[in-house]
């Protein structure tokens, strides 16, 4: 298994970091998953603010959380309310992750790492619950299907490119971006009319709250 294993160099790290951030806001679990078994099998050495996520105990969370999500995110209706209940998860996480690859001995890194990975979690999560919201208005479940399947296909490439080709992973991430912003921009009308029901969502949770609390 030695021969397999390799050392991250700084651009691979970098990449790392970047990669982390924006998959998180389209299939964190699986992420995590992935890069953690990726430590766990010894084919690459994590960083030390990673070395958690080979954990055996994280890795089971993940997978079982990975598995749960392949299938709701295949579900029309299901999936935009997975992700809108994910809103408030993805995007931190996404920043943590980054923070976790880059911040572990600087702490100005740390932070400047987890402000980056943050704003990519929520430009890839806000991009997914856009183009979802209009894939959902389709009557029939195998385009829905089939964007959920190309988003998992999407982000092992994308994981599997940081770890191999960081420079080439860049130029398609900063492509990715760029295509994520055009959809939102596109789809606009499903843009605002995914924000209201997450307006709805979040101002019926503090109802809800603050009937328990009377």
Request: glycine letters at 10%; proline letters at 4%; charged letters at 10%.
């Amino acid at each position: 298994m030695d021969a397999f294993r390799h050392l991250i160099d700084a651009p691979q790290l970098l990449a790392l970091a970047a990669a982390l951030g924006w998959a998180s806001g389209v299939r964190l679990y699986l992420a995590v998953f992935l890069v953690g078994g990726a430590g766990y099998m010894g084919w690459i050495d994590l960083p030390p603010g990673l070395q958690v996520l080979q954990h055996p105990g994280v890795l089971a969370a993940a997978g079982f959380m990975a598995f749960t999500e392949f299938f709701a995110d295949k579900i029309p209706y299901v999936d935009t309310v997975w992700d809108m209940i994910h809103t408030v998860i993805r995007i931190p996480a996404g920043a943590a992750l980054a923070a976790g690859a880059l911040g572990a001995d600087n702490q100005a890194m740390g932070w400047i790492a987890a402000l980056l990975g943050g704003s990519l979690a929520a430009t890839s999560h806000a991009a997914k619950l856009t183009t979802r919201a209009a894939v959902n208005t389709s009557p029939e479940p195998f385009s829905n299907i089939g964007v959920s399947l190309l988003e998992d296909g999407f982000v092992v490439f994308m994981l599997w490119l940081s770890a191999t080709h960081p420079v080439i992973f860049a130029l398609a991430l900063v492509l990715t971006l760029g295509t994520a912003v055009l959809l939102m921009i596109v789809l606009v009308k499903f843009l605002r009319a995914v924000i209201i029901r997450l307006r709805r969502f979040f101002e019926s949770g503090r109802v809800s709250q603050g009937r328990l609390d009377v």
